[in-house]
């Protein structure tokens, strides 16, 4: 990593329970490629105020985590496509002061559901309802997945968001079982109350073909474990949070980096 110099680029990542994964992904990159720059993670206490900070410091990205991936989007200029459909944000990027955001969860999901090739014919639960939820269930819909039923105890967030794909909510899971479960909660993860928790029962897991966790850091949730252990293919959220820095790393720099190098980066993320 270069010396901090006025001339350095800097980019940030928002989040309630920040973790070392984004900063050290993109900042090996920027190593790897000489690239004058550097990325730091913050847990904002006024977020309004982080926003202003991006747009008058002149700071050129910033990545959005749970739980403010709805909020920003009454603080930016410019809703992109990929998220103002879903209405819900994890990237912006900061062009003279405009600030225009992305959402690259659902690129990475729509990835990850191909290169595993999860049949579109299977039947799908998907326990969550907030911006990520919203993504993975836009890529499901868009992939050609049609059995899907929205998990979530909020019913003012839930139903309209499976309404909105034509698919079912749920405000429990009530014994129900699926081919593709998927985790789109912050249970299981590090540092959160429901740390050590299942985000699906035992016998939810054993009925699955796959399973899927969104959940990063671990990157062997309890869920992910459960399900190894069941013998059950599994998609990480590891996996996601490779895919989705790497579509803001582009979108930030303009430059996109050799799957060798990505390949390099996530495994020096890893094995913090």
């Known amino acids: 990593m270069p010396i901090l110099n006025k001339d350095m680029t800097l980019c940030i990542?928002?989040?309630?329970?920040?973790?070392?994964?984004?900063?050290?992904?993109?900042?090996?990159?920027?190593?790897?490629?000489?690239?004058?720059?550097?990325?730091?993670?913050?847990?904002?206490?006024?977020?309004?105020?982080?926003?202003?900070?991006?747009r008058g410091?002149?700071?050129?990205?910033?990545?959005?985590?749970?739980?403010?991936?709805?909020?920003?989007?009454?603080?930016?200029?410019?809703?992109?496509?990929?998220?103002?459909?879903?209405?819900?944000?994890?990237?912006?990027?900061?062009?003279?002061?405009?600030?225009?955001?992305?959402n690259t969860d659902y690129t990475a999901i729509e990835k990850l559901l191909r290169s595993h090739a999860v049949p579109v014919g299977y039947s799908v639960l998907v326990q969550g309802a907030g911006g990520m939820a919203k993504a993975t269930v836009a890529a499901l819909r868009d992939a050609g997945f049609t059995d899907v039923t929205v998990i979530a105890r909020n019913e003012d967030a839930g139903r309209p968001l499976a309404d909105l794909y034509?698919?079912?909510?749920?405000?429990?899971?009530?014994?129900?079982?699926?081919?593709?479960?998927?985790?789109?909660?912050?249970?299981?993860?590090?540092?959160g109350p429901d740390a050590d928790s299942l985000s699906f029962p035992e016998g939810t897991i054993a009925a699955a073909k796959v399973v899927f966790d969104v959940v990063a850091l671990p990157a062997e949730t309890p869920l992910?474990?459960?399900?190894?252990?069941?013998?059950?293919?599994?998609?990480?959220?590891?996996?996601?949070?490779?895919?989705?820095?790497?579509?803001?790393?582009?979108?930030?720099?303009?430059?996109?980096?050799?799957?060798?190098?990505v390949r390099a980066a996530e495994e020096f993320t890893r094995a913090q």
């Open 13 to 54: 990542s928002l989040s309630a329970r920040p973790s070392n994964n984004g900063t050290r992904f993109h900042n090996y990159l920027y190593d790897q490629l000489g690239l004058n720059w550097i990325y730091k993670a913050f847990a904002p206490t006024d977020l309004a105020q982080a926003i202003a900070g991006v």
């Open 166 to 191: 034509g698919f079912r909510w749920r405000a429990a899971l009530d014994g129900g079982t699926a081919d593709l479960i998927i985790n789109v909660t912050p249970i299981g993860m590090q540092g």
């Open 224 to 261: 992910i474990k459960a399900a190894r252990a069941a013998g059950k293919p599994v998609i990480t959220g590891a996996e996601v949070a490779t895919i989705q820095a790497l579509e803001q790393f582009v979108l930030y720099t303009g430059v996109r980096p050799a799957d060798e190098q």
């Open 57 to 102: 410091l002149g700071i050129r990205g910033c990545a959005v985590s749970m739980p403010y991936k709805e909020d920003v989007i009454a603080l930016v200029d410019e809703m992109d496509p990929s998220a103002k459909a879903i209405d819900s944000v994890n990237t912006i990027v900061n062009t003279d002061g405009h600030l225009k955001a992305y």
